[in-house]
C-alpha cells in the first residue's frame, strides 16, 4: 500500500469518528457509522489490492453500493460515474499496456486522467448533486472521503504503468484540469445561487490544487497535494458536515469564528492549505515558473466563497463549537509544522 | 547567551494569550494587567536579550517541510522594527480596556507580527506575515464586524506574493534565508515581487488604503493594534531587500520608482488631509502620510536614508499609539498632537525628514528632485495641519478608550524629541544599516549630539534645543484661551468621487450585451457542467483525446 | 480461430446488453460476454481465471433473468441509434485492435475495447437501474480481463474478483429516490 494511501486512510478514519462524535443533532449518527464505515472499507480495500486491475474491481463494487444507499438522485444517476470511471480507466490501461505508438499510450493517459476525474468528481465529469441529499449519500462523499485516497492509489499505480512519453502527458494533463477546477472551483464557490453547491464547489477548487500537485511531477508537486487531501479530510470534510444545519435552516452568522472558518477555508496562514500552496508554487517554479505566477493569482479566486462558506457555518454551540476549535487547531498545527506529516508519507 | 532566548519574544504573548483565553473560557476575565504582561514581556525579552550584546543572535531548529528551517535571528533590523510594533500594542493594551477574547487575539497577532520579523527566511516571514494579517482582519471584525476594515483579498495577495518570492529563491538561489541568498537570484522580476508584496502588506498606496480608513471606525481600539502589527511589515521588507542584495536593490530604476511611490503617497496623503471635514478625518491621513515619507527615505539606498526611513518608521509607531488614545475634541491634547503629526521643530519628525530631504540631494540626479517634490508634500501637511486644528472633532470613539493624557505626552515627546535625534538615530536606527548595508554603513557618522552627512553636519543638540525652549517659552507667555480657531477653506478640493471609485462603478455598471448573455451567463454553464450530461462527458474525453494531440 | 471468434461473441453480447430492453435480453447479453471472455481468459490466463469469470458471469445472468423488466425487449422500437453505435464501435475497435496495436492478443484487445466502450455507453444513455448493472457487469468482466494485455503470464486473482463482483452487481437494491 502506497505510504501515501495508508496516511490517508488513518486521517480518513479519524476524519470518520469525528463525524459519528460531532454531527449536528439532526444527523443520524447510525447512518454516519455505517456507511462512513463501509465507505472506508471499500476506500482501505482499494489502497490495499496489489494492482490497479484489483482497484478499478474494488471502486467498481464501492460504486455500486454507494449508488444503492437511499438518496434523492435516482439509482441511475448515482451508479454513472464510478462504472464510467472505472470504464475509462480500464480503457486507459489497455491502451497504455499495448504494443503501439506512442499516441496510443497518450490516449491511454487520456483514459486514466478522465477516469480519476469521473471517479472523484470533479470537471469535466462534475457528479450531479442535490442540495437535500444526505452527505453519506452526495457526491461530497467521493470529493471529500473516498476519493483522496482513490487519487492517491491511482496516480501511484498509474505512474508505474505508464511509459516514459505518456507521462509527461498523464502530468500535463493533470495540471491542465487541475488549473480548470481551482478557476471553476473558486468562481463557482462564490456565484452559485445554492450554498450546498458552493460547499462542492469548494471541495472542487481543492482538487483543483491537488490535480496540479500530482502533476507536477517532483517531491514538492507530491507533497503538496498530498497537504491538500489532509485538509480536505480534517478540514473541508469536518466543516461541511457541521454546516449543514445551518444551511438547511438556511442561516448564515458573521462572528469572529465565521472568519476564521473562512481563513482557514481560504488557505490562509497559517492553516494548512498555506503551507500547501508554498510548496505548490515551490514545485511550479522548478517546472516552469511562470506556471506558478498564474497558480498564485488563482488562489486568490479562493476568497470571496470561503467568506461565504464561513458565514454558512453559522453559529456552533456546544459540541459542533468545540469541533470547530478542534478541526481549526489540528490544521493550524499541520500549517505550521507540516513535517511529520510528510515524513510519514516517506515524502 | 542561548540561541533559544530568540523565541522569548514570540512565545511570551502566546503563552499570556492562552492563559486569558483559557481563563476566559472558564468565566474570569483576567483584564487589562494580563494583556499588558504579555505584550510588555515581549518588550522587556527584544531589549535584554539585543541591548547586552548588540550583535545577531540566531537559532535554527529542524526543517518544517517546506523547504524552510525553523531560523529565528534577533539583529539590529529585527530588534528596531520588533520594538516599533510592540510599543503601541503594549501602551494600548495596558490602558484601553477590552473584552478578554479581543485582548487574546491581540497578543497572538503581535506574536505573528514579531515572529515575521524575526524569521531568518522570506519564506517564515510570508508565513508569519500571512497570520499576522489574518489575526487582524479576526481582531477587527471580533470588535464591530459592520466596521472598516482591509479587503482581505488585498492583504492575503501580499503575503502570497510574498511567499512566491521565498520559493523562487529557493529554487533559483538554493536558500530563501535573509543572510544567505546570492545576490545574483535576486533579479529585477523577483525584486518586482517582494516590492509589490511589501507595499500591498502596509497598504502604501497613492489612494485611500486601509491604514486610513481604519481611523475612521467607531472605536479605534482593534484600528490601532491593527495598524501598529502590520503597518511596519512593509517596510520590514523592504529593508531586508538590502540584505539580500548586499546592500543595494537590484537596480537604481527601483530606488526611484519606490521613492516616487512613497512620495504619491505621502502628496496623496496631505491632500486628502488638507481638504478633510473633521478633525479625525486628518488624522486618520497621519501614518500614510509618515509611511509615504519613510518608504521614499528607505527607498533611496543610502545609509543616511535608510536611518531616517527607520527613524520616521519609529515616530509612526509612537503616533499610532497617540492617535488611538486622543479623544475626538478640541484642546490642547489635539493641538500637540497635530503639531507633533506635521513635523513642527523641533520634533523628531522635523528633524527626520530634513536628513531625509538632503539625504535625496546627496543621493543626486532624479532623486534630488524627488527631494525638492518632498518638501512641497512637507509643506502642505503643514497647511493641512493648521487647517485641521480648526475643524470639527468628528464621530468621535468611546471615552472610555482615551486617555488624553497619555496621547498627549506621547505627541510632546516626539515634538520635544529633536534633540535626541542623534542619540536615536544611532541607537536604534545605525544598527539597522549596519546590518543590511554592511559595505556603505561606516559613512554614518556624527555621534549622539550631531549626525553626519556626505556633505554637512547637522548638530540637533545645539539647534533643536535652543528651538526647544523658545517653543516653551512662546507657549508660557501666549494665552491659549484668547485662541479662537476656525474651519478654513481647503487649498485645493478633491473630487468627491476619486477616480479610482469612478471607475469601479464604471466596472460594476458593465454588463454583457443582451445577444451574449446566455454564452456568458454563469447559470447556464454551471447547469451544463453539473447536471451530469452523457453528451457534455462524451465530448469531454474527445476534447482530451484531441488535446493531446498537440502536445 | 477460437480467439477471434471469442472476441465477437463478447462484442455480441455487449451489443446484446445495448440494445436490450428487457431482462432476458440483457441477460443473454451478459452470457455471451461471459462466454466470449471465459474463452480469451482460458487462452491467455488459464483454466481458473476462465472458470471464475465464467462463473462470475452465469451468476450475474441467471440473476438478471429473473429482475428487471420483463420480457426481452431486444431493438426495440427506438433502438436504432445503439445499433449503429454497436456497428461502429466494433468497426474502430477492429481497427485499433488490428492495424494500430500490435500483439498477439488482438482478439482480446477487440473484445476489451468493445465490451468496455459499448458497456460505458450503455450507462451513460440508460436510466434503468437493471440495463445499468448489466452492463456494470460486462464491465466487470472486462476489466477483470485487462490484466492479460501486456503480461504474458497475468495472475487469476484479477479475474476471480471480477467473477466476483459481477455476481455481485445483480443484487445490488436499486431504490427510488427518496423525496427530499
Same mark, same amino acid.
Given at each position: 500500500?502506497?505510504?501515501?494511501?495508508?496516511?490517508?486512510?488513518?486521517?480518513?478514519?479519524?476524519?470518520?469518528?469525528? %463525524?459519528?462524535?460531532?454531527?449536528?443533532?439532526?444527523?443520524?449518527?447510525?447512518?454516519?457509522?455505517?456507511?462512513?464505515?463501509?465507505?472506508? =472499507?471499500?476506500?482501505?480495500?482499494?489502497?490495499?489490492?496489489?494492482?490497479?486491475?484489483?482497484?478499478?474491481?474494488?471502486?467498481?463494487?464501492?460504486?455500486?453500493?454507494?449508488?444503492?444507499?437511499?438518496?434523492?438522485?435516482?439509482?441511475?444517476?448515482?451508479?454513472?460515474?464510478?462504472?464510467?470511471?472505472?470504464?475509462?480507466?480500464?480503457? /486507459?490501461? @489497455?491502451?497504455?499496456?499495448?504494443?503501439?505508438?506512442?499516441?496510443?499510450?497518450?490516449?491511454?493517459?487520456?483514459?486514466?486522467?478522465?477516469?480519476?476525474?469521473?471517479?472523484?468528481?470533479?470537471?469535466?465529469?462534475?457528479?450531479?448533486?442535490?442540495?437535500?441529499?444526505?452527505?453519506?449519500?452526495?457526491?461530497?462523499?467521493?470529493?471529500?472521503?473516498?476519493?483522496?485516497?482513490? =487519487?492517491?492509489?491511482?496516480?501511484?499505480?498509474?505512474?508505474?504503468?505508464?511509459?516514459?512519453?505518456?507521462?509527461?502527458?498523464?502530468?500535463?494533463?493533470?495540471?491542465?484540469?487541475?488549473?480548470?477546477?481551482?478557476?471553476? +472551483?473558486?468562481?463557482?464557490?462564490?456565484?452559485?445561487?445554492?450554498?450546498? =453547491?458552493?460547499?462542492?464547489?469548494?471541495?472542487? %477548487?481543492?482538487? /483543483?490544487?491537488?490535480?496540479?500537485?500530482?502533476?507536477?511531477?517532483?517531491?514538492? /508537486?507530491?507533497?503538496?497535494?498530498?497537504?491538500?487531501?489532509?485538509?480536505?479530510?480534517?478540514?473541508?470534510?469536518?466543516?461541511?458536515?457541521?454546516?449543514?444545519? %445551518?444551511?438547511?435552516?438556511?442561516?448564515?452568522?458573521?462572528?469572529?469564528?465565521?472568519?476564521?472558518?473562512?481563513? %482557514?477555508?481560504?488557505?490562509?496562514?497559517?492553516?494548512? +492549505?498555506?503551507?500547501?500552496?508554498?510548496?505548490?508554487?515551490?514545485?511550479?517554479?522548478?517546472?516552469?515558473?511562470?506556471?506558478?505566477?498564474?497558480?498564485?493569482?488563482?488562489?486568490?479566486?479562493? @476568497?470571496?466563497?470561503?467568506?461565504?462558506?464561513?458565514?454558512?457555518? +453559522?453559529?456552533?454551540?456546544?459540541?459542533?463549537?468545540?469541533?470547530?476549535?478542534?478541526?481549526?487547531?489540528?490544521?493550524?498545527?499541520?500549517?505550521?509544522?507540516? @513535517?511529520?506529516?510528510?515524513?510519514?508519507?516517506?515524502? | 547567551?542561548?540561541?533559544?532566548?530568540?523565541?522569548?519574544?514570540?512565545?511570551?504573548?502566546?503563552?499570556?494569550?492562552?492563559?486569558?483565553?483559557?481563563?476566559?473560557?472558564?468565566?474570569?476575565?483576567?483584564?487589562?494587567?494580563?494583556?499588558?504582561?504579555?505584550?510588555?514581556?515581549?518588550?522587556?525579552?527584544?531589549?535584554?536579550?539585543?541591548?547586552?550584546?548588540?550583535?545577531?543572535?540566531?537559532?535554527?531548529?529542524?526543517?518544517?517541510?517546506?523547504?524552510?528551517?525553523?531560523?529565528?535571528?534577533?539583529?539590529?533590523?529585527?530588534?528596531?522594527?520588533?520594538? *516599533?510594533?510592540?510599543?503601541?500594542?503594549?501602551?494600548?493594551?495596558?490602558?484601553?480596556?477590552?473584552?478578554?477574547?479581543?485582548?487574546?487575539?491581540?497578543?497572538?497577532?503581535?506574536?505573528?507580527?514579531?515572529?515575521?520579523?524575526?524569521?531568518?527566511?522570506?519564506?517564515?516571514?510570508?508565513?508569519?506575515?500571512?497570520?499576522?494579517?489574518?489575526?487582524?482582519?479576526?481582531?477587527?471584525?471580533?470588535?464591530?464586524?459592520?466596521?472598516?476594515?482591509?479587503?482581505?483579498?488585498?492583504?492575503?495577495?501580499?503575503?502570497?506574493?510574498?511567499?512566491?518570492?521565498?520559493?523562487?529563491?529557493?529554487?533559483?538561489?538554493?536558500?530563501?534565508?535573509?543572510?544567505?541568498?546570492?545576490?545574483?537570484?535576486?533579479?529585477?522580476?523577483?525584486?518586482?515581487?517582494?516590492?509589490?508584496?511589501?507595499?500591498?502588506?502596509?497598504?502604501?498606496?497613492?489612494?485611500?488604503?486601509?491604514?486610513?480608513?481604519?481611523?475612521?471606525?467607531?472605536?479605534?481600539?482593534?484600528?490601532?493594534?491593527?495598524?501598529?502589527?502590520?503597518?511596519?511589515?512593509?517596510?520590514?521588507?523592504?529593508?531586508?531587500?538590502?540584505?539580500?542584495?548586499?546592500?543595494?536593490?537590484?537596480?537604481?530604476?527601483?530606488? *526611484?520608482?519606490?521613492?516616487?511611490?512613497?512620495?504619491?503617497?505621502?502628496?496623496? &496623503?496631505?491632500?486628502?488631509?488638507?481638504?478633510?471635514?473633521?478633525?479625525?478625518?486628518?488624522?486618520?491621513? *497621519?501614518?500614510?502620510?509618515?509611511?509615504?515619507?519613510?518608504?521614499?527615505?528607505?527607498?533611496?539606498?543610502?545609509?543616511?536614508?535608510?536611518?531616517?526611513?527607520?527613524?520616521?518608521?519609529?515616530?509612526?509607531?509612537?503616533?499610532? &499609539?497617540?492617535?488611538?488614545?486622543?479623544?475626538?475634541?478640541?484642546?490642547?491634547?489635539?493641538?500637540? &498632537?497635530?503639531?507633533?503629526?506635521?513635523?513642527?521643530?523641533?520634533?523628531?519628525?522635523?528633524? $527626520?525628514?530634513?536628513?531625509?530631504?538632503?539625504?535625496?540631494?546627496?543621493?543626486?540626479?532624479?532623486?534630488?528632485?524627488?527631494?525638492?517634490?518632498?518638501?512641497?508634500?512637507?509643506?502642505?501637511?503643514?497647511?493641512?495641519?493648521?487647517?485641521?486644528?480648526?475643524?470639527?472633532?468628528?464621530?468621535?470613539?468611546?471615552?472610555?478608550?482615551?486617555?488624553?493624557?497619555?496621547?498627549?505626552?506621547? $505627541?510632546?515627546?516626539?515634538?520635544?524629541?529633536?534633540?535626541?535625534? &542623534?542619540?536615536?538615530?544611532?541607537?536604534?536606527?545605525?544598527?539597522?544599516?549596519?546590518?543590511?548595508?554592511?559595505?556603505?554603513?561606516?559613512?554614518?557618522?556624527?555621534?549622539?549630539?550631531?549626525?553626519?552627512?556626505?556633505?554637512?553636519?547637522?548638530?540637533?543638540?545645539?539647534?533643536?534645543?535652543?528651538?526647544?525652549?523658545?517653543?516653551?517659552?512662546?507657549?508660557?507667555?501666549?494665552?491659549?484661551?484668547?485662541?479662537?480657531?476656525?474651519?478654513?477653506?481647503?487649498?485645493?478640493?478633491?473630487?468627491?468621487?476619486?477616480?479610482?471609485?469612478?471607475?469601479?462603478?464604471?466596472?460594476?455598471?458593465?454588463?454583457?450585451?443582451?445577444?451574449?448573455?446566455?454564452?456568458?451567463?454563469?447559470?447556464?454553464?454551471?447547469?451544463?457542467?453539473?447536471?451530469?450530461?452523457?453528451?457534455?462527458?462524451?465530448?469531454?474525453?474527445?476534447?482530451?483525446?484531441?488535446?493531446?494531440?498537440?502536445? | 480461430?477460437?480467439?477471434?471468434?471469442?472476441?465477437?461473441?463478447?462484442?455480441?453480447?455487449?451489443?446484446?446488453?445495448?440494445?436490450?430492453?428487457?431482462?432476458?435480453?440483457?441477460?443473454?447479453?451478459?452470457?455471451?460476454?461471459?462466454?466470449?471472455?471465459?474463452?480469451?481468459?482460458?487462452?491467455?490466463?488459464?483454466?481458473?481465471?476462465?472458470?471464475?469469470?465464467?462463473?462470475?458471469?452465469?451468476?450475474?445472468?441467471?440473476?438478471?433473468?429473473?429482475?428487471?423488466?420483463?420480457?426481452?425487449?431486444?431493438?426495440?422500437?427506438?433502438?436504432?441509434?445503439?445499433?449503429?453505435?454497436?456497428?461502429?464501435?466494433?468497426?474502430?475497435?477492429?481497427?485499433?485492435?488490428?492495424?494500430?496495436?500490435?500483439?498477439?492478443?488482438?482478439?482480446?484487445?477487440?473484445?476489451?475495447?468493445?465490451?468496455?466502450?459499448?458497456?460505458?455507453?450503455?450507462?451513460?444513455?440508460?436510466?434503468?437501474?437493471?440495463?445499468?448493472?448489466?452492463?456494470?457487469?460486462?464491465?466487470?468482466?472486462?476489466?477483470?480481463?485487462?490484466?492479460?494485455?501486456?503480461?504474458?503470464?497475468?495472475?487469476?486473482?484479477?479475474?476471480?474478483?471480477?467473477?466476483?463482483?459481477?455476481?455481485?452487481?445483480?443484487?445490488?437494491?436499486?431504490?427510488?429516490?427518496?423525496?427530499?
Amino acid at each position: 500500500m502506497p505510504p501515501e494511501a495508508l496516511e490517508l486512510l488513518v486521517i480518513a478514519a479519524a476524519a470518520l469518528a469525528f %463525524a459519528v462524535v460531532f454531527a449536528p443533532a439532526t444527523a443520524s449518527r447510525r447512518a454516519l457509522l455505517v456507511r462512513g464505515g463501509a465507505g472506508l =472499507a471499500g476506500t482501505a480495500a482499494i489502497a490495499a489490492v496489489p494492482t490497479l486491475d484489483l482497484a478499478l474491481l474494488v471502486l467498481l463494487v464501492l460504486g455500486a453500493l454507494h449508488a444503492a444507499v437511499a438518496g434523492t438522485r435516482s439509482f441511475a444517476v448515482r451508479l454513472r460515474p464510478p462504472v464510467i470511471a472505472v470504464a475509462m480507466l480500464a480503457l /486507459g490501461l @489497455l491502451l497504455v499496456r499495448v504494443e503501439a505508438p506512442d499516441l496510443v499510450a497518450r490516449f491511454g493517459a487520456v483514459g486514466l486522467v478522465a477516469g480519476m476525474a469521473a471517479g472523484v468528481g470533479v470537471l469535466p465529469y462534475l457528479h450531479p448533486i442535490e442540495p437535500d441529499e444526505a452527505l453519506t449519500a452526495s457526491p461530497v462523499a467521493w470529493l471529500g472521503f473516498i476519493g483522496p485516497v482513490l =487519487a492517491v492509489v491511482l496516480v501511484f499505480r498509474a505512474q508505474g504503468a505508464l511509459p516514459i512519453q505518456a507521462g509527461g502527458v498523464f502530468g500535463g494533463m493533470l495540471v491542465g484540469l487541475g488549473l480548470l477546477n481551482m478557476a471553476w +472551483g473558486g468562481v463557482a464557490a462564490w456565484r452559485t445561487a445554492d450554498e450546498v =453547491a458552493a460547499w462542492r464547489y469548494s471541495f472542487v %477548487a481543492d482538487w /483543483g490544487l491537488v490535480l496540479c500537485g500530482f502533476g507536477l511531477t517532483v517531491a514538492d /508537486g507530491q507533497r503538496a497535494a498530498l497537504l491538500v487531501l489532509a485538509g480536505l479530510l480534517a478540514g473541508r470534510l469536518p466543516l461541511y458536515l457541521i454546516s449543514r444545519q %445551518a444551511i438547511r435552516e438556511k442561516t448564515t452568522t458573521r462572528r469572529p469564528i465565521n472568519l476564521v472558518v473562512a481563513a %482557514a477555508l481560504a488557505g490562509s496562514a497559517p492553516f494548512v +492549505g498555506f503551507g500547501a500552496r508554498i510548496l505548490l508554487l515551490r514545485a511550479s517554479t522548478q517546472i516552469y515558473w511562470p506556471l506558478a505566477l498564474v497558480l498564485a493569482l488563482v488562489m486568490l479566486l479562493w @476568497l470571496p466563497g470561503s467568506l461565504r462558506l464561513g458565514r454558512s457555518l +453559522g453559529q456552533p454551540r456546544g459540541r459542533q463549537a468545540l469541533g470547530v476549535a478542534l478541526i481549526l487547531a489540528v490544521n493550524v498545527a499541520a500549517g505550521l509544522y507540516p @513535517l511529520p506529516l510528510l515524513a510519514a508519507a516517506r515524502l | 547567551m542561548p540561541s533559544a532566548v530568540v523565541v522569548a519574544p514570540i512565545a511570551l504573548p502566546l503563552i499570556v494569550a492562552a492563559a486569558i483565553a483559557v481563563f476566559g473560557l472558564a468565566g474570569i476575565n483576567l483584564g487589562r494587567a494580563a494583556a499588558a504582561a504579555g505584550a510588555w514581556s515581549c518588550a522587556a525579552a527584544l531589549l535584554a536579550v539585543w541591548v547586552p550584546i548588540r550583535s545577531s543572535i540566531e537559532l535554527v531548529l529542524g526543517q518544517l517541510g517546506y523547504g524552510s528551517a525553523l531560523d529565528l535571528r534577533i539583529d539590529g533590523v529585527s530588534f528596531a522594527f520588533g520594538l *516599533v510594533i510592540v510599543t503601541p500594542v503594549a501602551v494600548l493594551l495596558t490602558l484601553q480596556p477590552r473584552p478578554w477574547a479581543d485582548s487574546a487575539i491581540a497578543l497572538v497577532g503581535l506574536a505573528a507580527s514579531i515572529a515575521a520579523v524575526e524569521a531568518g527566511g522570506v519564506v517564515l516571514t510570508a508565513i508569519a506575515g500571512g497570520t499576522a494579517a489574518t489575526v487582524g482582519v479576526v481582531l477587527l471584525d471580533t470588535e464591530d464586524p459592520d466596521a472598516q476594515r482591509p479587503a482581505w483579498g488585498f492583504l492575503l495577495s501580499a503575503w502570497l506574493a510574498l511567499a512566491l518570492v521565498g520559493v523562487v529563491l529557493q529554487v533559483g538561489g538554493g536558500t530563501a534565508v535573509y543572510s544567505a541568498v546570492p545576490v545574483s537570484a535576486v533579479t529585477a522580476p523577483v525584486f518586482s515581487l517582494l516590492a509589490a508584496a511589501a507595499v500591498l502588506a502596509s497598504g502604501l498606496l497613492p489612494w485611500r488604503s486601509w491604514p486610513a480608513q481604519l481611523w475612521t471606525r467607531p472605536s479605534l481600539r482593534a484600528a490601532g493594534i491593527t495598524v501598529a502589527t502590520l503597518f511596519p511589515l512593509g517596510f520590514y521588507l523592504l529593508v531586508r531587500a538590502y540584505e539580500l542584495g548586499d546592500g543595494r536593490y537590484p537596480s537604481p530604476a527601483f530606488n *526611484v520608482l519606490l521613492s516616487v511611490v512613497g512620495l504619491a503617497v505621502a502628496l496623496s &496623503a496631505a491632500a486628502r488631509a488638507q481638504a478633510v471635514a473633521t478633525r479625525r478625518e486628518f488624522l486618520a491621513e *497621519v501614518v500614510p502620510g509618515f509611511g509615504g515619507f519613510a518608504l521614499t527615505a528607505i527607498a533611496l539606498s543610502t545609509p543616511l536614508g535608510l536611518v531616517t526611513g527607520i527613524v520616521l518608521i519609529a515616530v509612526a509607531s509612537a503616533l499610532v &499609539a497617540c492617535l488611538a488614545l486622543l479623544p475626538d475634541r478640541a484642546g490642547i491634547e489635539s493641538v500637540v &498632537a497635530i503639531a507633533a503629526a506635521v513635523g513642527l521643530p523641533p520634533s523628531v519628525t522635523f528633524g $527626520a525628514r530634513v536628513l531625509g530631504i538632503e539625504a535625496t540631494f546627496e543621493a543626486g540626479d532624479f532623486l534630488g528632485l524627488i527631494g525638492i517634490a518632498a518638501a512641497i508634500t512637507w509643506v502642505v501637511w503643514v497647511v493641512a495641519g493648521a487647517r485641521a486644528i480648526g475643524l470639527p472633532g468628528g464621530r468621535g470613539h468611546p471615552a472610555a478608550e482615551t486617555f488624553p493624557l497619555v496621547a498627549t505626552s506621547i $505627541a510632546l515627546l516626539t515634538l520635544s524629541g529633536g534633540p535626541a535625534l &542623534a542619540l536615536l538615530q544611532s541607537g536604534f536606527a545605525n544598527p539597522v544599516a549596519g546590518e543590511v548595508m554592511r559595505s556603505t554603513a561606516g559613512s554614518l557618522s556624527g555621534g549622539l549630539t550631531a549626525i553626519g552627512t556626505t556633505s554637512s553636519l547637522l548638530p540637533v543638540v545645539t539647534l533643536f534645543t535652543p528651538l526647544l525652549v523658545m517653543a516653551v517659552v512662546v507657549y508660557l507667555v501666549t494665552n491659549t484661551r484668547a485662541i479662537r480657531t476656525q474651519a478654513r477653506p481647503a487649498l485645493f478640493p478633491i473630487p468627491p468621487t476619486p477616480i479610482g471609485e469612478r471607475i469601479r462603478v464604471a466596472l460594476r455598471g458593465a454588463a454583457v450585451p443582451e445577444e451574449y448573455r446566455t454564452v456568458f451567463s454563469f447559470r447556464e454553464l454551471e447547469a451544463a457542467a453539473a447536471r451530469g450530461n452523457p453528451i457534455v462527458w462524451i465530448v469531454a474525453l474527445a476534447a482530451l483525446g484531441f488535446a493531446v494531440t498537440r502536445y | 480461430m477460437i480467439q477471434p471468434a471469442a472476441g465477437i461473441v463478447v462484442w455480441l453480447g455487449a451489443s446484446m446488453v445495448v440494445v436490450g430492453d428487457g431482462r432476458r435480453g440483457l441477460a443473454a447479453g451478459i452470457a455471451l460476454s461471459t462466454l466470449g471472455l471465459a474463452v480469451l481468459a482460458f487462452v491467455n490466463a488459464g483454466p481458473v481465471a476462465a472458470a471464475a469469470i465464467a462463473a462470475g458471469g452465469v451468476t450475474a445472468a441467471a440473476r438478471r433473468s429473473v429482475t428487471g423488466p420483463a420480457g426481452w425487449e431486444v431493438l426495440a422500437p427506438g433502438s436504432t441509434p445503439r445499433l449503429v453505435l454497436c456497428i461502429a464501435t466494433a468497426l474502430v475497435a477492429f481497427w485499433i485492435a488490428d492495424a494500430v496495436t500490435a500483439g498477439p492478443v488482438a482478439s482480446l484487445r477487440f473484445a476489451l475495447m468493445t465490451g468496455i466502450a459499448l458497456s460505458a455507453a450503455r450507462v451513460l444513455s440508460t436510466a434503468e437501474p437493471a440495463a445499468q448493472l448489466s452492463a456494470s457487469a460486462v464491465v466487470a468482466l472486462c476489466a477483470a480481463s485487462v490484466g492479460a494485455i501486456g503480461s504474458s503470464q497475468p495472475g487469476v486473482w484479477p479475474y476471480v474478483v471480477g467473477g466476483l463482483v459481477a455476481a455481485l452487481l445483480g443484487w445490488i437494491p436499486t431504490r427510488s429516490p427518496i423525496a427530499a
